[in-house]
């Protein structure tokens, strides 16, 4: 930094200033500093600013099941989030979701010295999991309710799973089948409750659902078992994936969608307005997610835990899998 000021002709403190971005410099002299940093090569020691600052400027973000477009692009949200404000972001990714594997990454984040947590596991072992440790930094959790203890940032599932049924029974569907994620997902698990629910509400009956496991293979063999059973005529799936598995299988059974089955599926991935038909599906706002869970965490991180919640309302997305039931 001695090198940068003398270079710039300017004191050891106005280079620290433009370094943390400090509204208090002249444009004129943060261009001469930051020509001066560019020509040295400079680069700011993170590990001695950590010794006088005690923070890290790192975050550790735990996830699972990021091989799915929600989880993937909810830690895409929250690391892009981080970085707009200076931080870091340490990644644990879980392969299994056990209690030695969440001590184990939560150890991790602790040895680095992170400064907060971000937790993207909503799945019942991880929430007895974090009901049972107290960590030494904050920690948000995404996909939780309220009241858990914790702070927490989530989509209310059950909002969007009736938004997707709602628009069903308003175009005259009254037999609407649910292939739903795996239940001991909580966001597998409030879909399906809402799916239940609204149908309850409409005077419908919830008489067919099939479990899957995310997969648009489960997706297939679910709508294979539907086209067979003829006993819908439409279909909630609780992930695009699924939605796309049960047009393949609703296709090659001769079924056409929409005009024998209707079909929404829940995540609105980009790909959703390419399928064969376009496919009505339920947008969580993702990169909103990010950004709340980061707001929520800076917030802890200055004020103390909270155990406050912020949740999102999805939107239905309508495209042309869905049409009023056929004769």
């Keep these: 930094m001695e090198d940068v000021a003398s270079l710039a002709g300017v004191s050891h403190q106005t280079v620290s200033r433009v370094l943390n971005a400090h509204p208090n410099v002249t444009a004129r002299t943060r261009a001469r500093v930051e020509h001066a940093i560019a020509e040295l090569g400079y680069r700011p020691n993170t590990a001695a600013r950590s010794l006088v600052t005690r923070q890290s400027q790192a975050i550790g973000v735990l996830a699972a099941g990021t091989a799915q477009y929600g989880p993937a692009n909810t830690l895409l949200g929250v690391q892009q989030a981080a970085r707009n404000e200076g931080y870091a972001v340490s990644m644990a990714s879980l392969s299994a979701v056990t209690p030695a594997g969440i001590n184990d990454a939560l150890e991790h984040f ?6 907060g947590i971000v937790v993207i596991v909503p799945h019942e072992a991880m929430l007895k999991s974090l009901r049972a440790v107290r960590m030494g930094v904050p920690l948000v959790a995404v996909g939780f309710g309220a009241g858990e203890g914790l702070t927490v940032v989530a989509v209310n ?6 938004l997707a049924v709602e628009h069903l029974v308003n175009l005259g569907h009254s037999a609407i089948a649910h292939i739903s994620g795996p239940q001991d997902w909580i966001d597998a698990a409030a879909r399906a409750d809402g799916w239940r629910r609204t149908l309850h509400q ?3 009956p919830a ?3 099939i479990q899957g496991d995310w997969s648009a293979e489960s997706g297939y063999r679910a709508g294979q078992e539907l086209a067979a059973a003829g006993n819908a005529t439409a279909v909630f799936a609780a992930n695009d994936q699924m939605a796309l598995g049960a047009l393949r299988a609703f296709g090659e059974a001769g079924l056409r969608v929409p005009e024998d089955v209707s079909v929404v599926g829940f995540d609105d991935q980009p790909e959703a307005a390419y399928f064969v038909p376009p496919l009505t599906s339920v947008n969580q706002g993702f990169k909103e997610l990010g950004a709340r869970c980061i707001r929520m965490l800076l917030s802890d991180m200055a004020q103390g835990r909270s155990e406050a919640a912020s949740v999102l309302t999805p939107k239905l997305v309508v495209r042309a899998s869905t049409a009023a039931p056929g004769r």
């Design 110 to 115: 602790l040895l680095q010295s992170v400064d």
């Design 157 to 162: 599932q059950r909002a969007g799973a009736a």
């Design 202 to 204: 409409a005077g419908l």
């Design 207 to 209: 008489a067919v659902l």
